[in-house]
């Protein structure tokens, strides 16, 4: 299964969340908004029973919230607003069925229970789902499907190309490019043979034979023929429809009781659907009648008896009258009750970059630099001499690119000296220096001695997002090789030998900076030079995955 593909089933998973939610409801007691770049809760009548403090939050089911604090680590809180289990994972999903996947930074995803209780671990997992109907969907290293129970028992092994979780004792996988139904045992119940298909809803499901689209019941037989655009699932006895640009709906037996009409529509719950006309969102009951008219620049379904509007860039909300409950007031409010969620492994098998990287370090030298190296070494290595200006007296930086592995390689290789680190002043044409609070600049000479040297690692494709775990790699091999312990603290890791080395390392998500230094004290000046400066100038020009472009199929969903 190629990467895209992959993509686009996790895109499909996390578009499950509001099918998913309906069958879980979180508690709307508290509404998750947001105003300025913070978000908080507040319940119905718009009062906030939780500040806004954390840079993103969700619903509440089983009585806990996912929240990111504001150093951006995910911790979950109860409805008092405090921290039942601290804000220390990388990423973790929504409390489901009473158990959540969490991801250390370097780790496997761990399944907890609500008192934040390692249950299991799943070291073959490179992304797992929440649970539904008591397993959770998993992907391997490899790229194969399976699931597993609440105990951490694989129950259906990783075999598939793609799937979806399991509703109504039924999950769909895809083989080969055709799509079937399996039920818990792993078996084949719904032989592959639909070009794609949805989840079991009121027995139902929609499928496509290639060119329209229809319903099948739980045998795999034919319901409704397929003759539609697209299709949702059955919600409330009716099922959303689209024929040529236009919307609307159909009851259980396929007759079409909503003439398609409207621009953008979406399903029903809690007795309204969600329709939009003329770039404005309003409501319509089962017959077709528009109840709210629409004059919303943004909405969404209801949820019980209130909805989310927008107007003027203000969020607020609306009873079933259309009336406002609490005025537009807040910058935005989440869409949806998105308990559905999957996490990605923060593990990465850095062995192979290890081992390459510290070719060429030895008990009392790094890469062929020592306490005693100067300038001059620079020169005569050829590792970093063909970027360096022999000619030139000067000299205080070394420019190299050098690919480690297939996903990790040196971006910039810079040297820096025992004088105090101010603004770096770059002439191209003639030397590189340090301008000092005077205002003067200094030159460095072949003959001065190096004071430290900076690794940048750019992370691309399986290293991508995986710099915790490259960091935990590299301070392991430097504890192992130079007999120092590592401490990690501000989301550094930093090692202290005076008659030796001291070393560095701070990462994120794209890039890995590494630092060794030869001088005492050298290292903690490094280190806060990198915090007045953007380090990594990578993270802005990643390339981003758009979720419109991967997913096509729009009937494997409902809002």
């Known amino acids: 299964m190629n990467k895209k593909t992959l993509i ?9 969340s509001f099918c998913i939610s309906c069958s879980n409801k979180s508690s709307l007691k508290l509404i998750p908004v947001k105003s300025g770049e913070k978000w908080g809760y507040i319940n119905k009548k718009g009062e906030y ?53 969490v991801v250390s930074d370097g780790g496997h995803p761990t399944c907890i229970d609500k008192s934040g209780e390692t249950k299991f671990q799943l070291k073959q997992a490179k992304y797992v789902a929440s649970f539904s109907e008591g397993l959770a969907m998993f992907i391997t290293v490899d790229e194969k499907v399976g699931f597993v129970d609440k105990t951490g028992k694989v129950v259906i092994n990783p075999q598939f190309e793609i799937a979806l979780p399991f509703f109504e004792g039924f999950a769909a996988v895809c083989q080969d490019d055709k799509w079937g139904f399996i039920d818990k045992t792993g078996k084949i119940v719904i032989n592959l043979q639909f070009e794609s298909v949805g989840i079991f809803q009121n027995g139902k499901s929609v ?35 689209q024929s040529g640009r236009q919307y609307g709906y159909i009851t259980e037996n396929g007759k079409i009781e909503i003439n ?71 910058d935005f409010v989440k869409r949806n009750l998105d308990n559905f969620s999957y996490v990605i492994s923060d593990f990465y098998d850095a062995s192979a970059f290890i081992k390459k990287f510290f070719e060429k370090a030895g008990d009392n030298s790094f890469d062929g630099f020592d306490t005693a190296s100067t300038l001059q070494t620079i ?77 940048q690692f750019d992370l691309s494709g399986d290293a991508r997002n995986k710099g915790g775990s490259i960091a935990n790699a590299l301070k392991t091999e430097i ?24 070393f560095g390392i701070i990462y994120n998500d794209y890039s890995l900076s590494f630092y060794i230094g030869f001088t005492k004290g050298i290292l903690e000046d490094l280190l806060l030079y990198t915090e007045t400066m953007e380090v990594y100038d990578d993270e802005a020009s990643a390339t981003q995955t758009t979720v419109e472009e991967e997913m096509p199929y729009e009937y494997y969903y409902t809002e």
């Open 8 to 16: 686009k089933s996790l895109v499909i998973c996390s578009l499950l």
């Open 49 to 101: 029973k939780i500040n806004p403090q954390f840079q993103d939050v969700g619903f509440f089911y089983d009585g806990l919230a996912r929240v990111v604090s504001s150093n951006g680590k995910v911790g979950y809180i109860s409805e008092d607003g405090k921290y039942a289990i601290p804000a220390k994972f990388k990423n973790g999903t929504n409390f489901s069925e009473g158990l959540a996947f």
């Open 207 to 241: 499928f496509s034979d290639g060119n329209q689209v229809g319903f099948i019941d739980t045998k795999g037989a034919y319901v409704i023929n397929p003759q539609f655009d697209l299709a949702r699932s059955f919600r409330e006895g009716m099922a959303l429809i």
């Open 260 to 330: 398609p009409q409207f621009d953008r529509a979406y399903s029903f719950n809690s007795g309204l659907a969600l329709i939009e006309q003329d770039d404005k969102y309003g409501y319509i009951d089962k017959t077709g009648k528009i109840q709210i008219n629409p004059q919303f620049d943004d909405a969404t379904s209801f949820f019980d008896d209130i909805a989310f509007v927008e107007n003027a860039d203000k969020w607020g909300i609306i009873d079933k009258q259309g009336k406002y409950l609490v005025n537009p007031q807040f």
């Open 379 to 455: 020169v005569d290595n050829t590792i970093y001499g063909d970027d360096v200006n022999a000619n030139d007296k000067y000299i205080a930086h070394c420019y190299n690119i050098q690919e480690i592995t297939d996903d990790i390689s040196i971006s910039k290789t810079l040297f820096h000296f025992v004088n105090p680190i101010y603004e770096r002043v770059t002439t191209y044409d003639t030397y590189w220096g340090y301008k000092y609070e005077t205002g003067t600049t200094k030159k460095y000479k072949f003959a001065e001695k190096i004071a430290a040297i900076e690794y």
């Open 479 to 502: 504890e192992r090789r130079y007999n120092v312990k590592m401490e990690l603290k501000n989301g550094k890791y930093t090692a202290y030998q005076d008659d030796k080395f001291s």
